[in-house]
């Protein structure tokens, strides 16, 4: 199996312009989450506004560190980590 050719069934549909992702999918009642991150390393936050960002529109909840767990592990953050490597390439 290893370096042998293989037959991939979706090809066609996606250069067609008819594949299905998980993106396109509308669930009666799903949300979608925003983790909003400082953009300065190492900065202080001084101060969240939970009420103006609660009274945005399309805002189902504000829900910030005191909110969370104390033993919940880092939420990763993947793109700034493509983005940005340290000299060390870490």
Partial sequence: MIGARLVRQEDER???GEGHYVADLQLAGALEAVVVRSPHA???IEAIH???AAGSTGVAAVI???DLP???PPIPCRI???LFTRPDGR
């Fill in 14 to 16: 996606f250069l067609r």
């Fill in 42 to 44: 190492h900065a202080k």
């Fill in 50 to 52: 939970i009420v103006a």
């Fill in 64 to 66: 910030t560190s005191k």
């Fill in 70 to 72: 104390p033993n919940l």
């Fill in 80 to 82: 700034a980590a493509r």
